[in-house]
């Protein structure tokens, strides 16, 4: 059985967030992409806000859905938390283009 982990406070959050960092996508280690019969994607690490960002680029093609997955290391608590914050960041020139 693996050990739950508590999500320890930080104060390097992206400007109007306030808490706990679950993931700081300095990377894409962890990350995965998921996708129905006729989609593709990928997963790379960009330049970001702060530090790096995850990138999910994707193709939609003759399929229906592309998802992007973070598998946690080990499980974590989150019975304490009331909020879940993500932040995203799009492009005006390309429609599908969210980072």
Same mark, same amino acid.
């Given at each position: 059985?693996?050990?739950?982990?508590?999500?320890?406070? @930080?104060?390097?959050?992206? &400007? !109007?967030?306030? #808490?706990?960092?679950?993931?700081?996508?300095? %990377?894409?280690?962890?990350?995965?992409?998921?996708?129905?019969?006729?989609?593709?994607? @990928?997963i790379i690490s960009v &330049? !970001?806000?702060? #530090?790096?960002?995850?990138?999910?680029?994707? %193709?939609?093609?003759?399929?229906?859905?592309?998802?992007?997955?973070?598998?946690?290391?080990?499980?974590?608590?989150?019975?304490?938390?009331?909020?879940?914050?993500?932040?995203?960041?799009?492009?005006?020139?390309?429609?599908?283009?969210?980072?």
């Open positions: 059985m693996s050990k739950i982990t508590k999500p320890q406070p @930080t104060s390097a959050c992206v &400007p !109007g967030w306030n #808490g706990t960092i679950l993931i700081d996508c300095e %990377n894409n280690n962890g990350w995965s992409v998921e996708v129905s019969s006729g989609s593709s994607g @990928t &330049p !970001g806000f702060i #530090g790096n960002a995850i990138q999910l680029n994707w %193709n939609i093609g003759t399929g229906d859905w592309v998802q992007a997955k973070y598998t946690f290391p080990q499980p974590i608590d989150l019975s304490q938390q009331d909020i879940f914050g993500l932040s995203l960041k799009g492009s005006t020139s390309d429609l599908k283009n969210v980072d």
